[in-house]
């Protein structure tokens, strides 16, 4: 239901942006979550964007507070996620979903991977 993509290599300290893309009904009415899975680790929820009168509402994980911006995109149905000094820590599967009740709501994609060199 939801696609996440723009994954890719990058060195540390570097830059990168991920989509999330999904319906209009979705991705506009709906709280939508980036989360990461790294081995050995429980999926993470990295970063959050509220919907309707929550719109402006952004969680952030600590680990990524200063370095990660989500933004909803209405025009394009997307949720990206701008990810700016990267370290190797950052490397995940990076996935997308709604989030209801404080809980990812479907089931998860296929997510994009994300890389970090040092």
């Known amino acids: 239901q939801l696609q996440a993509y723009g ?5 540390a300290g570097g830059s ?11 991705i506009n009415t709906n709280s939508i979550g980036w989360y990461r899975l790294t081995p050995g680790k429980e999926r993470e929820l990295v970063a959050s964007v509220g919907s309707g009168v929550g719109a402006n509402m952004r969680y952030y994980a600590d680990s ?14 997307t949720v990206n996620l701008q990810m700016s000094s990267l370290n190797p820590e950052d490397t995940a599967v990076y996935y997308c979903n709604v989030v209801a009740y404080g809980r990812p709501k479907y089931t998860w994609g296929q997510g994009t991977l994300v890389t970090v060199s040092s």
Not at 7 to 11: D, E, F, M, S
Not at 16 to 26: G, H, K, P, Q, V
């Open 16 to 26: 990168l942006r991920l989509s999330c893309a999904a319906s209009e009904s979705i």
């Open 64 to 77: 990524v507070k200063g370095r990660f911006a989500i933004s909803r995109d209405s025009a394009k149905n």
């Open 7 to 11: 994954g890719g290599l990058v060195q």
